[in-house]
């Protein structure tokens, strides 16, 4: 049953947003990053998070019928689709990793142990998949080649969500009791390179999400985590408008300012996570969709008119997970996820 309030955002509102995502949902669940435009299975599988939380489960249960649906023999999805047709035939690791975190999401708030034996297959073949992927020095490559050759770098950001899916995985494998020890020495791996080798992975400096994943998914904890968002909030922090993001020109974008807002609440400072979530507020339409980014001083959005259901995903997520509304509210943050091993 839906709850009266968020705090953050009304129900009213956040149904309303809700609703901006699920009408961009086609027929068999796929869910378009706006009208006539593509889908990846990561921005979907975070827009099938969001309507879970704001209670669309018949919604969000569709758009993971659609990835197993989709999902290809080696436990892969292509990197871009359109309604009828596939995009871009890559495949990019991280979206194929986090169907983990959206399925287990989705049972927290379901309790629905038919769901998760349904999609348990989906999940351990996506994430056998990635792991296969992983290299001697414990770096996952970003993207696999339609020639099934490994691209020649990975990214600070697709790894740490990649860090995060894994542990998601074991939590259903722990669940479901069936131990899969593998994704938990890829995820240490991982947490390794992320804390003590940053330099080994593709610069992409300018970024705001490689300044702040690491923080939000949990790969860095403790003292590092705070250090590593006071030593670059100057310049991704836009006055009072939000974050920027790339570090370079003015522009806020949504979805990277709730995500660095649920960053802050994960180092437990409240106040900022708040005051991020807040500023992205003149960013709502009419209808409870929300614009994709905001150049200032001008105040013109950018890309020019654009709503995507990512930025509202985020937003609703960024809700959920600062007034602990839902029962899986926290989970984005990493919270209640099994630790691993060093």
């Given at each position: 049953?839906?709850?009266?309030?968020t705090?953050?955002l009304?129900?009213?509102q956040i149904?309303a947003?809700?609703?901006t995502?699920?009408?961009?949902?086609?027929?068999?669940?796929?869910?378009?990053w706006f009208p006539?435009?593509?889908s990846?299975?990561w921005?979907h599988?975070e827009?099938?998070m969001?309507l879970?939380?704001a209670g669309?489960?018949?919604?969000?249960?569709r758009?993971?019928?659609?990835?197993?649906k989709?999902?290809?023999?080696d436990?892969s999805?292509?990197?871009?689709?359109?309604?009828n047709?596939?995009?871009?035939?890559?495949?990019?690791?991280?979206?194929?990793?986090?169907v983990?975190?959206?399925?287990?999401?989705?049972?927290l708030?379901t309790?629905?142990?038919h769901?998760?034996?349904?999609?348990?297959?989906v999940?351990?073949?996506?994430l056998?998949?990635v792991?296969?992927h992983?290299?001697?020095?414990?770096?996952i490559?970003?993207?696999?080649?339609?020639?099934?050759?490994a691209?020649?770098?990975?990214?600070?950001?697709?790894?740490?969500s990649?860090?995060?899916?894994?542990?998601?995985?074991?939590?259903?494998?722990?669940?479901?009791d069936m131990?899969?020890?593998?994704w938990e020495?890829?995820a240490?791996r991982l947490?390794?390179?992320l804390?003590?080798?940053?330099?080994?992975?593709e610069?992409?400096?300018?970024?705001?999400?490689d300044?702040?994943?690491?923080?939000l998914t949990?790969?860095?904890?403790?003292?590092?985590?705070?250090q590593?968002?006071?030593?670059?909030?100057?310049?991704?922090?836009l006055?009072?408008?939000?974050?920027?993001?790339?570090s370079?020109?003015?522009?806020?974008t949504?979805?990277?300012?709730?995500?660095?807002?649920?960053?802050?609440?994960?180092?437990?400072?409240?106040?900022?996570?708040h005051?991020l979530f807040?500023s992205i507020?003149?960013?709502?339409?009419l209808?409870g969709?929300?614009?994709?980014?905001?150049?200032?001083?001008e105040?013109?959005?950018?890309?020019?008119?654009?709503?995507?259901?990512?930025s509202s995903a985020?937003v609703i997520?960024?809700?959920?997970?600062l007034t602990?509304?839902s029962a899986?509210?926290?989970l984005?943050?990493g919270?209640?996820?099994?630790?691993l091993?060093s």
């Amino acid at each position: 049953m839906q709850p009266e309030s968020t705090g953050a955002l009304t129900d009213d509102q956040i149904k309303a947003t809700a609703s901006t995502i699920i009408d961009q949902q086609t027929p068999d669940g796929m869910i378009l990053w706006f009208p006539n435009g593509h889908s990846d299975t990561w921005n979907h599988t975070e827009a099938a998070m969001a309507l879970s939380a704001a209670g669309f489960v018949d919604a969000a249960e569709r758009a993971y019928q659609w990835l197993a649906k989709n999902q290809r023999a080696d436990g892969s999805w292509h990197h871009y689709y359109l309604e009828n047709a596939i995009e871009d035939a890559k495949v990019d690791t991280n979206c194929c990793a986090y169907v983990a975190t959206g399925v287990w999401h989705h049972y927290l708030n379901t309790r629905d142990d038919h769901f998760l034996e349904e999609l348990w297959p989906v999940v351990k073949r996506a994430l056998d998949f990635v792991v296969g992927h992983q290299t001697a020095s414990g770096h996952i490559p970003w993207a696999i080649h339609t020639s099934g050759t490994a691209w020649s770098y990975s990214l600070v950001t697709g790894s740490s969500s990649i860090y995060h899916s894994l542990r998601c995985g074991l939590a259903i494998a722990l669940h479901i009791d069936m131990e899969q020890p593998e994704w938990e020495f890829a995820a240490v791996r991982l947490s390794s390179l992320l804390r003590n080798n940053e330099e080994q992975f593709e610069p992409k400096k300018r970024w705001a999400m490689d300044w702040y994943y690491p923080v939000l998914t949990q790969a860095l904890t403790g003292i590092p985590a705070s250090q590593r968002l006071a030593s670059r909030v100057e310049e991704f922090m836009l006055d009072d408008h939000g974050v920027r993001c790339v570090s370079d020109q003015p522009w806020v974008t949504t979805a990277e300012t709730c995500e660095c807002a649920m960053a802050y609440l994960a180092i437990g400072d409240e106040a900022t996570a708040h005051r991020l979530f807040q500023s992205i507020q003149p960013l709502r339409d009419l209808d409870g969709a929300y614009f994709t980014g905001m150049v200032f001083p001008e105040t013109i959005t950018f890309p020019d008119g654009e709503r995507s259901t990512y930025s509202s995903a985020a937003v609703i997520l960024a809700s959920d997970a600062l007034t602990n509304n839902s029962a899986a509210s926290q989970l984005v943050l990493g919270h209640g996820l099994p630790s691993l091993g060093s």
